[in-house]
Each structure stands twice: as structure tokens, then as C-alpha cells.
């Protein structure tokens, strides 16, 4: 059974026009983690929670924002999609526990027209 | 931002080869992590090795950490056709395990 999934696999938006992905686990973990992949790059690290405290790495654009309303849902708002932020979008939970591994949905295509 | 790099960026085998996948990294780390991408999919966790350990089987997996020299080797053996897939090391912070960066990634190909 799918523990982290995200909605849709696929996604298809305008330039400009406001696009939302989402992820939901059924692990009960504290943090999740919203990562960008572009094509044969390595996933880049855009924001993460710890429960409901919110860390954005500096390089993140102010373009991206997230939503977390309960442990088991979080959102990545894209306000104004621009062509380069066409990647593949990954969610992933982990334990805050020392060292566990990072449990990863099997992402968001996002392409921009 | 980006943590690790790896080596070789791609690497071609035939099946029954083993494989040898290196990762750099530059700050100081809690645990080093080896994950696997099929094509299209997301990240499958593999094995994990902690700052204090040096070397980690699992299955066909082994894994070895050197500290002092900041690099960790993965080793496939007896690969497969089934094991084509990018492979990415990632560094969790000395004092912040919540603080992922991963490597750019090995692309490997094993050939029936």
C-alpha cells in the first residue's frame, strides 16, 4: 500500500496561472519535505515541516509556497508558474527520530504551457 | 543546495557485472543514505550507514563510509537488468537529520 501519495502524477498549467500539488501519508510523520527534480538533476530541497513549523531553504523562490493543515496532508502552491519551474515534484515524510530514511511519493509531473 | 557529488555520472554494465557507484560530500554528516530512482518514479530508500559506521551490507548492497576522506562507495553485485535505475546518495546533517541534500546521481544501465 502507497504510504505517500501525491495528486496528480501528472499536471498541466499556464504560464502565470496558479497551480496546486498535494500529498498525503498514512506513516504519521512528523516532517515532510517538498523537493524539485528537473531531468537528470538531483532533487533539490525546496521546504520541509516539522509538524507545523515551516523551514524554506534560502534559494527557494518566493513563487513557492507550502501549506501543511494536519500531519497527514501538505500542499505546494506555485503562484505564478514560469516555464522553469517545469520538473518533477516530490513529496517525502521522515521520522525525526535520529537517522531514518526518507519515505518519497512517487511525485508530481509539472509541465507549463 | 546540493551536497554530494557522484561519480561516475553514468555507468554502463552487462548483467552478472558488479557495480561501483562513489559519493563526495563536504560537511560534517549524522548518516549517509543511498536511494534508488526508477524512471519517472520517486526515491526508494536502500541503505543507510551511519557516521560511526564503515561498511554496510544488505542483500546484493554494500556500502562503505569514510569518514576522514568525506566519500562512500555502493557496490552492486551480480547486477541485473531489474537494477537499471538512477542511484543518489544523500547526507543528513551532523545536527540536523531533518537537513537532506543529495548527490547529482548515477545513472546505471545493465544490459541482458
Known amino acids: 500500500d502507497a504510504m505517500v501519495i501525491q495528486n496528480p502524477r501528472y499536471q498541466v498549467t499556464q504560464f502565470g496561472k496558479p497551480v496546486t500539488l498535494s500529498c498525503s501519508q498514512t506513516?504519521?510523520?512528523?516532517?515532510m519535505y517538498w523537493y524539485q527534480q528537473k531531468s537528470s538533476q538531483a532533487p533539490k530541497l525546496l521546504f520541509h515541516?516539522?509538524?507545523?513549523?515551516?523551514?524554506n531553504e534560502a534559494d527557494t523562490p518566493d513563487n513557492f509556497q507550502s501549506r501543511r493543515p494536519n500531519t497527514s496532508f501538505c500542499f505546494l502552491d506555485i503562484r505564478s508558474p514560469g516555464l522553469g519551474d517545469a520538473a518533477m515534484y516530490l513529496c517525502?515524510?521522515?521520522?525525526?527520530?535520529?537517522?531514518?530514511?526518507?519515505?518519497f511519493g512517487d511525485g508530481t509531473r509539472l509541465s507549463i504551457l | 543546495s546540493q551536497q554530494g557529488e557522484e561519480d561516475p555520472q553514468a555507468l554502463s554494465i552487462q548483467e552478472g557485472e558488479n557495480a561501483t557507484m562513489n559519493c563526495s560530500y563536504k560537511?560534517?554528516?549524522?548518516?549517509l543514505q543511498w536511494y534508488r530512482q526508477n524512471s519517472g518514479r520517486g526515491l526508494v530508500h536502500l541503505i543507510l550507514?551511519?557516521?560511526?559506521?564503515r561498511e554496510k551490507h544488505s542483500g546484493r548492497l554494500r556500502v562503505t563510509l569514510d569518514t576522514s576522506k568525506k566519500s562512500s562507495s555502493l557496490l552492486i553485485t551480480a547486477s541485473r537488468a531489474a537494477d537499471t535505475a538512477s542511484y543518489f546518495c544523500a547526507t543528513a546533517a551532523l545536527y540536523n537529520n531533518n537537513d537532506m541534500r543529495f548527490g547529482a546521481g548515477t545513472r546505471l544501465t545493465v544490459k541482458p
Open positions: 560537511t560534517s554528516i549524522n548518516n
Open positions: 550507514i551511519r557516521s560511526n559506521e
Open positions: 515541516y516539522y509538524d507545523k513549523d515551516f523551514n
Open positions: 506513516l504519521n510523520h512528523n516532517v
Open positions: 517525502a515524510t521522515n521520522s525525526p527520530q535520529g537517522g531514518q530514511p526518507q519515505h
